[in-house]
């Protein structure tokens, strides 16, 4: 399995998140972090 999408909910973020995000980004590298509430 290839991880092309990282996706997380817009708006503000809590420490937690930003956690989870910068480990993630680190894991995948090529992965495209994106930040939206868009269900598309």
């Known amino acids: 399995m290839t991880i092309t999408h ?3 909910h ?3 973020f ?3 998140e930003l956690l ?3 480990i993630l980004t ?3 590298p090529g992965a495209e ?3 939206s509430r ?3």
Do not use: E, F, I, K
Request: hydrophobic letters at 40%; glycine letters at 10%; a negative charge.
């Open 14 to 16: 809590d420490a937690d």
């Open 6 to 8: 990282l996706v997380t």
């Open 38 to 40: 868009d269900t598309a």
């Open 10 to 12: 817009s708006g503000g």
């Open 20 to 22: 989870s995000s910068v």
């Open 33 to 35: 972090l994106v930040r």
């Open 26 to 28: 680190r894991l995948y």
